[in-house]
Each structure stands twice: as C-alpha cells, then as structure tokens.
DNA sequence: AGATAGTACTTGGCTTTACAAGGTACTTAT
DNA sequence: ATAAGTACCTTGTAAAGCCAAGTACTATCT
C-alpha cells in the first residue's frame, strides 16, 4: 500500500467541492480552475477536471455557456444553477462535520505512543 | 447526481487515516473501531473495516493478535507496527496540507455569498 | 442434546471515480 | 500549407466503499 493512494483517496469529493466554490464565485473556464487548484496546491489533472465538469453538469448543478477567445478555441463558462447552490451548501456543510469529526478522533490520542516525535 | 455519494467520496482515505490513528492509540478490535467511528459521527459499515483492516494489514501497516472473549468468539486485536506509524506520519501531514488548502480555495469567496462566514 | 440468538469476522459483486494517454477542433504565426 | 498553442473530450485501468450474504464461535433456552 503506497502512502499516495491515500492521498489520492483524501482529495476524492473534496475536489468536486472545491470545483464547485469555484464556479459559484463567478464565471470561470476549465483552465482558470485548474490554475487556481494547482496553486492552492491541491493537484488536478485535465483528464479528472473536464469528466467532472461532464458530470456536474448533466446532474444539472452547474451550466455553461461558449465564450469566444481571441487567442485560441471558444471557451466554455461554467456557472453554478440554483440546485447546485443548494448542492454546494450541503457540501459544506458535510465537510465541516467531517473536519471536526476527524479532529474529535485525532485529538484523542493516548499516553502509548508519540507519533509526532520530531526528532 | 446525488449528495451522499460526494459525501462519501469525501470520506475516503479519511477513513483510512482515522483508524490507523485510533489503533495507534492502543490495541482495538474492530467493534471498537465501529462505535468510536460512529460516535464521532463518521458513519463506518461493516463491508467497509473489514476490508480496508485486511489491506493494512496485508501492506505490513498493522499487525493482530487473537484474543479469546468471554462472550462470543475470538477477536482480533490490532497494533500499529513501525511502518504503519511512519505511514501515519505521512498521513498526518498530507491531511493538514489539504485542510489548508481547501481553506485556501474557501476563503476567496467573493461577493456573491457568505458561507464560510469564519467569525 | 438440539435449536436459537448474538457476536465477530469474511467474501463476491457492484458502482463510482481519479488518472493516464491519446484524440479532436479551433486560432495564430511562419 | 505547416507548425505551434490552446481548449475540450474520450477510452481504459485500477482502487475502494458499500451491500448482502455467508462462516464460525459462544451462550442460552427448550
């Protein structure tokens, strides 16, 4: 078991909420999103943002429309409808449960051992 | 489209870190494992520890020992061993990174909305 | 002794999804 | 025309949670 599939397991869904703050702040196209997840450190691929994007969209929680570029093909804009502002807010609300549940869990740690020697 | 399966896309790999944390702290078997995960609101089943202990333990991550009950049949009971706790370690800074990160993304909510509301 | 109930662990099949790799289509520059 | 750059799409693979059914052991009831 490799320490990076978990790792890839702990982004599963939490990319999707990302995506979806994202698109709900404004207009925005597969690129800028991107860019903004991978500065933010959390890393995306094109061949795990464009099916999502595929996937919100046919579930109706987010639109788009085609925006002409001058330097390049047309773009799609994605904007977020009104299910997906109610999607978006179960969401968060399901990631801060989990943010403290999993804190109640690692805040309990016992006297056997020291993990976090740093030595 | 549906919620639950975002919120249990987000669960994975959280789930993962959670119980080798709770085994860190002392040997447990896993209907320890299930109520701590339940009280702390982060619902497990049993088709999900089951499997996921068997694959710790095959990745060498944890280690067990049968022990005889007076109620019931024998249950295992799970330790950490060194690898599981350096994997641990891992985890633990991979989980911080993507809390901050996913605040990062959080936190540049525009006019539109006040969800994260951070007071 | 045999049947029933409770506890603990296991397994097979299904579905979803991240990712890699390759492909299509449009625009601009050479 | 050809090349380069940008934007979007698709197919195949592997991983993992979940459901449901099953196995095995113990204690209790009749």
Same mark, same amino acid.
């Given at each position: 078991?490799? %320490?990076?599939?978990?790792?890839?397991?702990?982004?599963? &869904? /939490? /990319?999707? #909420?990302? %995506? !979806?703050?994202?698109?709900?702040?404004?207009? %925005?196209?597969?690129? @800028?999103? =991107?860019?903004?997840?991978?500065? +933010?450190? /959390?890393? %995306?691929?094109? &061949?795990?943002? #464009?099916? !999502?994007?595929?996937?919100?969209?046919? +579930?109706?929680?987010?639109?788009?429309?085609?925006?002409?570029?001058?330097? &390049?093909?047309?773009?799609?804009?994605?904007?977020?409808? @009104?299910?997906?502002?109610?999607? =978006?807010?179960?969401?968060?609300?399901?990631?801060?449960? =989990? /943010?403290?549940?999993?804190?109640?869990?690692?805040?309990?740690?016992?006297?056997?051992?020291?993990?976090? @020697?740093?030595?």
């Amino acid at each position: 078991m490799k %320490v990076e599939n978990t790792q890839v397991q702990m982004r599963k &869904g /939490i /990319i999707e #909420y990302c %995506v !979806l703050h994202i698109i709900s702040r404004g207009e %925005v196209y597969a690129s @800028d999103m =991107l860019e903004e997840l991978t500065s +933010a450190k /959390i890393m %995306v691929v094109e &061949g795990t943002l #464009y099916p !999502l994007l595929t996937r919100l969209r046919k +579930a109706g929680l987010v639109d788009y429309k085609w925006v002409e570029s001058k330097s &390049g093909p047309p773009r799609k804009y994605y904007t977020l409808t @009104d299910s997906g502002g109610s999607f =978006l807010k179960k969401l968060e609300v399901t990631w801060n449960e =989990l /943010i403290e549940s999993t804190s109640n869990i690692l805040n309990k740690s016992s006297k056997t051992n020291n993990l976090a @020697d740093p030595s």
